[in-house]
């Protein structure tokens, strides 16, 4: 297993498919697909990717962390994000990451230990143009949770 940056920003293109897996909407995905960091995990092919932007001094957010979906619960996406911490723990002293509040990412993300932050209400009806639903749930509010590293 080997995880790789995207360092050369036209490259990304390549990889909206897998990221359109953790985003649903081409235009929220847009928003951010250029920006940051971008790595990929590989085994023996792509397995997934994340991309982290740089929120300020102290704080480094996950926008998206897609992996495909036929390698779900093999360990791909608590190792891109122990990579994450461990790459940034000494330029950084938080990592946050905005998801909503479905049976499917939230135990994943409190497994990892990450904690309650914030939350935007009404996110996800406000800013999708289609309804995104997730493991049965309607998503609404962006559900924002923070780990210390």
């Known amino acids: 297993m080997k995880i790789e940056e995207v360092v050369q920003v036209r490259n990304r293109d390549k990889y909206r498919e897998l990221f359109l897996i953790g985003d649903e909407d081409e235009g929220m995905l847009?928003?951010?697909?250029?920006?940051?960091?971008?790595?990929?995990?590989?085994?023996n092919g792509?397995?997934?990717?994340?991309?982290?932007?740089?929120?300020?001094?102290?704080?480094v957010?996950?926008?998206?962390?897609?992996?495909?979906?036929?390698f779900h619960r093999c360990g791909y996406g608590q190792k891109l994000i122990a990579y994450i911490e461990n790459k940034y723990k000494n330029k950084f002293n938080?990592?946050?990451?905005?998801?909503?509040?479905?049976?499917?990412?939230?135990?994943?993300?409190k497994s990892?230990?990450?904690?309650?932050?914030?939350?935007?209400?009404?996110f996800f009806t406000k800013n999708y143009e289609e309804p995104i639903y997730e493991g049965g749930v309607l998503l609404k509010d962006m559900i924002y949770l923070e780990k210390n590293i």
């Open 94 to 109: 938080k990592i946050i990451v905005g998801t909503g509040d479905s049976p499917l990412t939230m135990p994943f993300y």
């Open 30 to 43: 847009k928003k951010y697909l250029y920006e940051g960091k971008m790595y990929l995990l590989f085994d």
């Open 46 to 59: 792509l397995r997934g990717g994340i991309i982290v932007i740089r929120k300020n001094d102290s704080t």
């Open 61 to 70: 957010e996950i926008k998206n962390i897609s992996i495909f979906p036929e």
């Open 112 to 122: 990892m230990d990450f904690k309650d932050y914030f939350v935007v209400k009404d």
